[in-house]
């Protein structure tokens, strides 16, 4: 993670364990106090801060330094809807987290539905949005071309859509995601810099727009390292695989030498199927993962690279992001949140 996000992080931490009610301000950190700590530039640390104060999550007072914002509050019986693919998802609950996190400290009330992945369901949740008069909502969507006709029609100047992780296409809503393009682009650096020249992209599916995003940032790093870009090394797992069908493929093709996982559960797939090859991961075979959730399954000797999103500040920022859309006339907006890159 660049330095000046990892600032930003500590930073959200103070700030949203700071009681912003009571006579007294809250001072942050001072800027020396910053840099030092993070053994960072000053650079740094003003990007960190500039970042913060245009989200409205601290104030700045010249020749005094930085105090968090006092907690907002949302207008009198305001509701808004939360809609998720599933519950059944550590990044979905984590997200959950973040928008329960910013309700309690502004007293709004929210109500929570769940699509199932299906097109059809996503619309129902909305209508019964509409009838319950709730026209503030945070969507993770399905993204399938299926409604992409179905969000043109709504108008944004009555529905404040703010969508969380992924997109419709050509719509005139805001978007809180991480920065897929970079997670994608990352990723297939990092596996080009330890000399790999054959890398497979394991997709769950390639309709949703964030999964798009990560394909484009790893064929930009192949653009980079070779002048071209071979479609033959995107897969898709297909659902119920139990890593047989990812085995046959590498079997037939030698030449690919490490993996990079769209999440978890398809991480521990390609272990077992690199194993099944006699592969030995870390060693003759790498493996990059990307949402790690579930990668607990399967251990190796070896530890494996992955990037983590921040589930729970998206949830956070998303519901800043509709309150400001709610009662200001401020057009939407793209919001980046930084994610992690460690080591498991």
Known sequence: MLLYKEIENHLMQIILSADTGGEEPVRLPSEQQLARKFGASRISVRHALDDLEKQGYLYKIKGKGSFASPKKTFPENFRFALILPTPKSNFNHDILRGVHCFCRSAG??????????SPGEERRCLELCFRL??????????????????FRSLDPSVLHLVFLDRRYRGNGYGLVASDNFEIGYRAMKFLLEKGHKHVAFYLTTIQSSSVRERIRGYQKAQLEAFGKTDPCFVLNAANGDDGESLSAYLAGKPEISALISIAGDPANLAIRAAESLGKVIGADFDLFVIDDETFSDYKTNQSIPVIIQDGARMGLVAANELFRRATSDAPPQDVLIPFRFEFR
């Open 133 to 150: 008069n709730v026209f503030n909502v945070l969507l993770m969507p399905v993204d399938d071309p299926a409604n992409e006709s179905y």
């Open 108 to 117: 709004a009330d929210f109500i929570t539905l769940y699509s199932w992945q």
